[in-house]
């Protein structure tokens, strides 16, 4: 049998500190990459927004998982959507949405893309599989 390489698309709803599931998250798209297969997504959809928040400042000595969001992107040349609805609803914005909303501020880390629950259901719909964190 031979190996068969497959497209994932990852659904991150947990935050970057506090419960586990982002980091279980990482981890898997880490080993999955590491297997030959191919990451064409992921999507941070409620508490998961928390992980494109470029105010996240763990300690010196803890891991950065917003940087190491961005790295795995990189490397992996997959998207990082965004839900725009559950991250305004947390405070999770862009400059557009900011200036449209006249906030003072925005704090959406680079490479993360606000967009709607539409690029996500695309998304799963052009993968081999889909796993939600």
Not at 17 to 46: D, E, I, P
Not at 74 to 88: F, N, R, T
């Amino acid at each position: 049998m031979r190996n068969q390489h497959l497209t994932y698309c990852v659904l991150v709803t947990g935050p970057a500190y506090g419960t586990q599931q982002s980091v279980s998250a990482y981890q898997f798209t880490n080993a999955l990459l590491k297997a030959g297969h191919r990451l064409k997504m992921l999507f941070f959809y409620r508490e998961g927004v928390f992980n494109a928040n470029v105010l996240a400042t763990p300690a010196h000595d803890e891991f950065n998982l917003v940087t190491a969001w961005q790295e795995l992107s990189k490397k992996a040349g997959c998207e990082m959507h965004i839900c725009i609805s559950a991250a305004l609803r947390r405070g999770v914005t862009d400059k557009k949405q900011a200036d449209a909303l006249s906030l003072i501020t925005h704090n959406l880390a680079n490479s993360f893309i606000m967009s709607s629950v539409g690029s996500l259901a695309e998304a799963m719909m052009t993968t081999n599989r889909t796993i939600c964190f």
